[in-house]
């Protein structure tokens, strides 16, 4: 391609004194195909649409439900031992991730901590999907023994007990039940916690489990509806974009160096990123399976494939009996792609918004930095299950450092 490029303007070059010939090349470098500008307006941060109501979350958008699940997210009384909150794991100075390969909760768990920045833009959550709401996702962390590791009799207690809680909880969903009277509600009782905790909740009525259970899933359904609010701000590269749209060559050319542009260039042209990272947050949020590495600790990881069965069977999915959502509101679930071909060791394709700021990498941290990413793309190892995504692309050593250089300009303020 290089050498195409000096074939052709040779002999302009040699008839033209030596500042006007590199402006020229410049030019050719840094100009963009009417194409190439439709692709980049499609990762313009401008473009990315107000979030759409969740049909499950009546309160979603209320503006009480955001204040209150601010505070619970906050707030380390919701765990086992009153020191882990979900901003333990998903700290807002790191962009809401912690900086580890795999988060630490009660114990080490298997993942690592995405951003919650525009997280509510996927029609599914964790990095394997098996939440269909941002509200049902919050309920595994809450109960999970890695984790917060409570459980949910303790968590509906806690907003019984806390007068300030109480009214914004009644005032959002109607009158609590009487969770002082200990005969019916026990202090720690729920399906997934150690024995005893299990075995409390086995002697509660049927029907109060159920009363104790909408209360848990009203809890993510606040602390959805604070999440919503979290998105990236614009980065330089939408400075960029947005430069290039008004035709400001000069203030691009300040914005981007030649570098970041053969990067970008290389990202939505010759190294296919785009085929993936799409869109304003840079994903199509579908499952793919990228060949990583194994942990060794973890074994082989089925991702998406696994997970399949456990939203299906999931209590709080968007069919079951704590959603608010209407059967022809759950589409995404009820035509989920379920092939074993298409979902075995795939996971969810992450947003790149602010990745210079979110290491390390990948579902379970197997990379440390951005070089040791890029460099797995150039491999395109085989995968140890499944098949991979990944198509061939002939990637230089060199496409990786302009490919890093893009990646850098993703940042934004918050
Ligand atoms: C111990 C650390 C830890 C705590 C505490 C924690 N998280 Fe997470 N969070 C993680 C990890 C790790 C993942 C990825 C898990 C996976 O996909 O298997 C995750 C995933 C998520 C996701 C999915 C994002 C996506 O793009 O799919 C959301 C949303 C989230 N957490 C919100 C919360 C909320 C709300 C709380 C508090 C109730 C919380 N987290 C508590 C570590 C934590
Ligand atoms: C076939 C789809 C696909 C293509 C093409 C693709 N990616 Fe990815 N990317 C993914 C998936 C899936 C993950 C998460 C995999 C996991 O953790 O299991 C990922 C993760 C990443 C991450 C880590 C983000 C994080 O927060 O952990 C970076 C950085 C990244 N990709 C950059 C790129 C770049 C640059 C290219 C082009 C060279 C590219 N990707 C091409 C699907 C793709």
Redesign the pocket.
Known sequence: MKRFFILVYMPILFVMNASSAAQIKSEQETAWTESQMKQLNYLWIKNLAPLGSDPSNSVANEKTAIDFGKKIFFDPSFSINGKISCSSCHKPELYFTDGLPRSIGRVKTRS?A?TLLGAAYSPWFF?DGRADSQWAQALGPLEHVAEHAGNRTQYAKIIWNKREYKKAYEKLFGPMPRLSDKKRFPDNAGPKGDEQVRHQWSQMSAQDQVQITTIFANLGKVLAAYQRTLKPEAARFDAYVEALIAQDSKKANKLFNAEEVAGLKL?IGK???V???NGPLLSTYEF?N?G?PVVKELGVEQ?RFRALREVTLSEFNCLGKYSSAKESDCAELRFMKTMRDETMGA????T?RN?AK?AP???AGQFET?SE??KH?QKRPITRVGHT??LVTDLSDNDLKK?EAF?MTLTSQN
């Open positions: 690592n995405p990095w990202f190294a296919m990123c085929i993936c990272h793919k990228i990583l991702g996971f969810k394709i992450p790149l990745v979110t990498y990948m579902h951005l990413v890029l793309y995504d990944l490919l990646l």
